[in-house]
């Protein structure tokens, strides 16, 4: 297994900036791939980015690509989520997840997910 910490949410005024972060413990050399996700009222979790573990490849969801970046630090067991020009749509609980395999814009490719972090971004 792998757990899963995230931090960083918060509130935030249209047009600001967020960083959120998940550190890793456990089996993470299991791991192919850390995602992020989120999760608004009344809508199902999506897919928002992911980066490849070993290879550092990432991957953006339209609706947050220029805006959104994603990055790794191994040595900390660390993802982030570098969140820039945030609108009132962004706002959603935001969760961090492991894959253990390919398809990693897929929800169903993730086994290990944090607690989820509030982001709310005021207009």
């Known amino acids: 297994q792998v757990q899963l910490v995230e931090s960083g949410g918060g509130l935030v005024q249209a047009g600001g900036s967020l960083r959120l972060s998940c550190t890793a413990s456990?089996?993470?050399?299991?791991?192919?791939?850390m995602g992020w996700f989120r999760q608004a009222p009344g809508k199902e979790r999506e897919f928002v980015a992911a980066?490849?573990?070993?290879?550092?490849?990432?991957y953006t969801a339209d609706s947050v690509k220029g805006r959104f970046t994603i990055s790794r630090d191994i040595a900390k067991n660390t993802v982030y989520l570098q969140m820039n020009s945030l609108k009132p749509e962004d706002t959603a609980v935001y969760y961090c997840?492991?894959?253990?395999?390919?398809?990693?814009?897929?929800?169903?490719?993730?086994?290990?997910w944090g607690q989820g972090t509030q982001v709310t971004v005021s207009s």
């Open positions: 456990g089996r993470t050399f299991s791991m192919y791939a």
């Open positions: 980066i490849s573990w070993s290879g550092g490849t990432t």
């Open positions: 997840a492991a894959a253990k395999g390919v398809g990693v814009t897929r929800r169903e490719s993730y086994g290990n």
